[in-house]
């Protein structure tokens, strides 16, 4: 730490930023594997692709159950370990056991399009994202905790910057394999190995990268937290219930959190309807046994590697020019070039071609995985904040679930074609654009 400023929190230096923030590498190789694969490993097994919906209801709603829980809870650990850390020591190797899991649905002998083969699925797919968020959490709450206003932007990039570059390497894996000739069919209702293995991979690595930020990150004790944030030591002792905290939210929570809905109810329909959609539109079958079928996952994959990189390198460009003052404006740019590349989808029929839209939603990625918790936090005195932190993940959760069910409805309305739900997905996008204008910022010249 080199040096305070009028927040009262130092500054600090890049190698404790780094190390806060590289841990996101391997905890988005996990949620990569499970918004890029997770569709095709449940049409694989033999789901039925109208009920594709049902599958992806249960990761948020463990997220809108964990992430309140540790947020809460966290706020008042201390111990040798930390505050936040404890957490994601217990969270990451259980989070490793649920990624080996996972792809072996179908490889028990269940049978394919089986109950027993489905609810497999389901029950790893809850533990997986469960296990995933209490790996995530304590992440996104030491930023709040430790870092000022001056780096939090470079921090929330950092941390976005390092999931992406996860996301690309996990999400490659698959196409890698294939490139060097290992199989991507299997039998009737197994999973690829081309995708078990990348499964395999992301369970070390997040392991690996969760005990190197746990070793290299030290939280404040609660003294030195409550002199940096202004607070009592006896806000600490304090746990106001959920409700309570809700109740008493700042503005900003609740009118980020309506561009939350709009933002994340699009992205869900990313996940679960993109590799249907490049199979059709460009292979020519809906048919998820079919070798064009599991070369559109695979193409899926590398689209996702495509997009993390224009995140990347979007957020190399906006970071030397973000301030506090210019949050607003960054966000709803990336939610207007997000919605433009889910209509271009619509329309897209040639593989090379597909790389364009997918460069504009990982504008709006990384704008909808940054800008958030930087007006977020802004508006934070430092104390409740990972119960805070952790309620606002309900504004990621719950739309997943709205957009899950409205998928029921939706999906035959346009004649099911997964296709055309990117031209559903891309007007809440719009909306979400629309209401980033009505955020009160802290720094906002008014």
């Known amino acids: 730490m080199d040096r305070s400023n009028s927040t009262g929190l130092p500054s600090l230096r890049l190698s404790t930023i780094f190390a806060m923030t590289f841990g996101f590498f391997g905890i988005n190789m996990a949620f990569s594997l499970q918004s890029s694969q997770l569709g095709r490993i449940f049409q694989t097994i033999g789901a039925n692709p109208n009920k594709l919906g049902f599958f992806f209801i249960l990761p948020p709603l463990a997220g809108m159950i964990i992430q309140p829980l540790i ?30 899991l996972l792809p072996n649905a ?8 089986s109950l027993a083969a489905l609810c497999f699925g389901a029950v790893a797919t809850l533990f997986m994202d469960l296990t995933s968020n209490v790996c995530m959490q304590p992440f996104k709450m030491i930023i709040g905790d430790m870092v000022n206003e001056d780096q939090k932007d470079l921090a929330w990039s950092w941390q976005q910057s390092f999931s992406n570059l996860g996301g690309v390497f996990a999400t490659m894996i ?28 992301a369970a070390i690595i997040l392991l690996t990268t969760s005990i190197l930020t746990i070793m290299k990150v030290h939280e404040y004790d609660p003294q030195t937290y409550a002199q940096y944030h202004n607070i009592s030591l006896q806000d600490h002792k304090e746990s106001p219930s959920l409700m309570k905290l809700l109740k008493d939210a700042p503005k900003a929570f609740w009118e980020t959190s309506i561009v939350q809905f709009f933002s ?3 992205i869900l329909y990313l996940w679960t309807y993109a590799t249907g959609a490049i199979s059709l539109n460009v292979w020519h079958t809906n048919n998820p046994s079919s070798s064009g079928y599991q070369a559109a996952g695979n193409w899926y994959g590398v689209l996702t590697c495509v997009m993390s990189i224009a995140a990347v390198l979007w957020g190399i460009f906006v970071q030397a020019r973000t301030k506090p003052t210019s949050r607003k404006f960054w966000y709803s740019f990336g939610l207007l070039a997000g919605a433009i590349g889910y209509f271009m989808i619509y329309f897209m029929h040639n593989k090379w071609l597909m790389i364009i ?53 939706l999906f035959p309305l346009v004649g099911q074609s997964m296709p055309a739900m990117f031209l559903v997905g891309g007007i809440p996008l719009i909306l979400g654009a629309i209401s980033v204008r009505f955020i009160h910022s802290k720094f906002e010249n008014r």
């Open 71 to 100: 947020g809460k809870y966290s706020d008042r650990t201390w111990n040798r370990f930390g505050r936040r850390m404890p957490y994601l020591l217990i969270g990451a190797p259980a989070a490793a056991l649920v990624l080996i």
């Open 106 to 113: 179908g490889s028990f002998g269940f049978g394919y399009a």
């Open 174 to 201: 698959p196409f890698v394999l294939t490139l060097i000739g290992v199989s991507n069919t299997a039998p009737r209702g197994e999973v690829p190995l081309t995708v078990k293995a990348a499964f395999y991979v």
């Open 264 to 266: 994340w109810f699009a």
């Open 357 to 409: 839209p997918f460069c504009l939603i990982g504008i709006a990625y990384l704008a909808i995985n940054t800008q958030p918790f930087s007006l977020l936090t802004e508006a934070l005195n430092g104390q409740h904040e990972g119960s805070y932190l952790g309620l606002f993940n309900c504004s990621i959760c719950l739309p997943q679930i709205c957009a899950s069910i409205a998928s029921f409805w």
